[in-house]
């Protein structure tokens, strides 16, 4: 079976890591072996469904889904043993001080070892990465952007030799529509449905890639426009309360109008009043087509 990718990203504060979590989960009950990632050096997992920890390598938490979390540094080092294969060299190399200060400034080399990891399986270069699909918990809009571009700026910097060579097949992966799919969190508001469009927009002239829209928490109602207006005329909090929903619908529907300006892939999640995760995860898993 050939490995699947997808990203998810967003603005902070969307919901794109509880969408990651669904969009996983989902996939695990097709029955494929998904592995779950998140990036940077905080679990937000742990936390969110009580695990134990979460670490570089995979932890399974339910069956054919693991959860792991992701950094550059532990990428590159990684990558170092696989093909060094020496401890105390590999040691040596990366508790030197200077390589250390490398790690930590070169530009985008930290984003380059994490989309390298994200992508060995297709590229048949690494470790081995045991899993039918990746659902990558990515960074927000503008990180995000960054760690794609890192690849095309590596392969610019270095034209010669296994590096440039490298970071070549990993920008092809990213841009190759038929392994990585993109997925886009945002909120029926403002600037989350502005951030989101222009993210579409950059992804479309930069990598060749058609995102899809997630439109988190969509208010569903019955009500008719007739209900609310009778609603709205009582002269009571019930009034008052049909009034506050009607705006927002309304806010709603014209948000709804404007992603459809960006692509037209687009998919509404539910406003869901769910406070235990594995539920609200398992709802939004099966809200998702």
């Not at 669904?22 to 029955?31: F, I």
């Not at 709603?252 to 300006?261: A, D, G, I, N």
Request: net charge neutral; glycine share 6%; with cysteine.
């Amino acid at each position: 079976m050939k490995q699947e990718i997808h990203f998810v990203t967003g603005k902070g504060g969307v919901g794109k890591s509880v969408i990651a979590a669904a969009m996983a989960l989902k996939k695990s009950r097709e029955g494929k072996k998904v592995l779950l990632v998140e990036l940077g050096d905080i679990s937000f997992f742990k936390d969110f469904f009580d695990l134990p920890s979460v670490g570089y390598q995979p932890t399974r938490i339910k069956d054919n889904l693991s959860v792991a979390l992701w950094d550059g540094e532990a990428a590159l080092k990684e990558y170092a043993r696989h093909f060094i294969k020496v401890e105390a060299i590999v040691k040596l190399f990366f508790e030197n001080a200077v390589m250390k200060a490398l790690v930590n400034v070169a530009p985008g080399l930290s984003e380059l070892a994490i989309v390298g990891k994200v992508t060995s399986g297709p590229r048949k270069h690494g470790p081995p990465l045991p899993f039918d699909c990746i659902v990558v918990d990515g960074f927000a809009t503008g990180h995000f952007i960054a760690l794609l571009e890192a690849p095309r700026g590596m392969a610019q910097a270095v034209q010669f030799g296994p590096m440039g060579e490298q970071s070549r097949s990993i920008d092809a992966c990213l841009r190759n529509t038929d392994l990585c799919h993109y997925h886009v969190v945002t909120l029926p508001e403002e600037l989350p449905v502005k951030e989101a469009s222009e993210l579409i927009h950059r992804l479309k002239a930069e990598f060749s890639v058609s995102a899809e829209i997630l439109m988190n928490k969509i208010i569903q109602t019955k009500l008719t426009s007739a209900d609310l207006k009778d609603a709205k005329a009582e002269n009571s909090d019930l009034g008052k309360f049909a009034e506050y929903l009607d705006y927002q619908l309304t806010r709603q529907s014209e948000m709804l109008e404007r992603t459809k300006q960006a692509t037209e892939k687009v998919q509404h999640l539910p406003l869901l009043y769910e406070t235990y995760a594995w539920t609200l995860t398992e709802k939004i898993a099966e809200a998702l087509k």
